[in-house]
């Protein structure tokens, strides 16, 4: 507990040495996986797929709506015949900008990420990989746009995975107000999001909220920003909220110093995707603040702090592109 204090305060000094960064215009493409518009527009059409499940009826954007908040608002996911999963899904907007993916990181990339819920039994519910490329190619549509993308028809589960991440890079929500700000409009902040900022540096919140997603440091993909959550115990709110059933980045890595901890959480659009936390326990953002306060930094904030920070929070809205559902291949 001391420990902690003290490494906080440390991360306080580092954080408030940071400058802050506009959300970038791009995501950069990984060396592997070179980006086109003939393999975006691949990707686009299998995320909207619904036939790569075992029921034919539910679809990346079942789950994670990027005609919406890039979630799907749920506190946990409904996959194939309504089966429940035990955890909230995070937007997929600017994911690309996270350093690994899930609440755990178990994935370190959006390809990799990608062929995990098509196989998953409460999710796409596919008996394995294989099944998801037969669903594929057995639609005669796919072949030539797979051709266009990666110039031959062959159809594998690497290159569902790599078109997918091409369309996930381009979920990005720049120009927020925040944005605008950091590029110089000053009065793209109210002044209650301006006294946010200020109370987000203030309490502490930025020592793990930093970088451009505000989900921690900007660290090479594969390497994860974990944090223990709940940091500091509180019968009461675990009983309220139960965050502590989890045992978040233990349940990928079984080592017993990852019990409870959980990739630090980007703030970028979180006007839109309540409910809050792993577990999606938590309905507003107001309360998701005084919680974090309280967990993380043993801090009661006080109803107009609460009122401010919310205001920052929602100038971390950006501007999310029109996506229309694509025509699926036949
Ligand atoms: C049934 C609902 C459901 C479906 C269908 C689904 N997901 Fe997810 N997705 C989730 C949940 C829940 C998580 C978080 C799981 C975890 O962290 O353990 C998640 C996590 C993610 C993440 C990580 C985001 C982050 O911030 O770490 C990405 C990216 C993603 N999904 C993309 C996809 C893609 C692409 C598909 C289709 C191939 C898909 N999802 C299908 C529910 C779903
Ligand atoms: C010690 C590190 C740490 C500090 C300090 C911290 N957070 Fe967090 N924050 C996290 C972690 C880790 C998560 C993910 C928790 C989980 O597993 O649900 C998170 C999640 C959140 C979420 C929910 C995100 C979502 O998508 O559901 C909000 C909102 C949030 N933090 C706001 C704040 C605010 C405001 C402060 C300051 C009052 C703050 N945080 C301080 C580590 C921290």
Redesign the pocket.
């Known amino acids: 507990m001391q420990n902690f204090s003290i490494a906080i305060a440390a991360f306080v000094t580092a954080a408030s040495a940071l400058a802050f960064e506009a959300l970038p215009p791009k995501a950069a493409d990984p060396a592997n996986n070179p980006s086109s518009s003939a393999k975006i527009e691949l990707g686009k059409a ?2 909207f797929d619904a036939r ?2 075992k029921t034919g009826k ?7 709506n990027v005609q919406g908040s890039g ?2 608002n749920k506190p ?5 015949d309504g ?1 429940k ?8 907007w600017n ?1 690309a900008f ?1 350093p ?8 370190a990339t ?1 390809e990799d ?6 196989i ?1 039994p ?3 519910g596919m008996p394995n990989h294989d099944a998801v490329v037969a669903a594929v190619s057995k639609i005669q549509g796919y072949h030539p746009l797979f051709k266009s993308a990666f110039g031959d028809e062959q159809i594998n589960i690497d290159r ?2 790599q078109a ?2 091409a ?2 890079r381009t979920l990005l929500t720049p120009s927020s107000p925040f944005d605008r700000y950091v590029q110089g409009d000053h009065k793209a902040l109210s002044p209650a999001a301006q006294r946010g900022l200020n109370l987000v540096q203030k309490t502490g919140c930025l020592a793990c909220h930093s970088g451009t997603n505000f ?1 921690g440091p900007n660290l090479p993909t594969g390497s994860g920003f974990y944090m223990r959550f709940p940091a500091l115990p509180s019968a009461a709110l675990e009983a309220k909220y139960g965050f502590s059933k989890d045992l978040g980045r233990y ?1 990928a890595t079984h080592k017993d110093a990852d019990k409870h901890m959980f ?1 630090v ?2 703030w970028r659009n979180i006007e839109l995707t309540a409910p809050y936390f ?1 577990n999606g326990s938590v309905a507003t953002l107001d309360e998701a603040v005084r919680v974090m306060a309280k967990l993380q930094l043993n801090k009661d904030l006080k109803d107009s702090e609460v009122h401010d920070i919310v205001a920052f929070l929602k100038s971390l809205t950006g501007k999310r592109p029109k996506i229309e559902a694509p025509q699926l291949p036949q």
């Not at 539910?58 to 994670?64: M, T």
Request: proline share 3%; net charge negative; hydrophobic share 35%.
């Open positions: 299998l995320y790569l499940s539910v679809s990346c954007n079942s789950c994670h979630t799907d946990v996911s409904e996959g194939v089966q999963g035990a955890r909230n899904a995070p937007t997929v994911a996270y690994v993916q899930f609440w755990d990181g178990r994935a959006l990420q990608a062929k995990g819920p098509m998953n409460v999710e796409m569902i995975a997918i991440g369309f996930e989900s349940e990739r959480q980007s792993h």
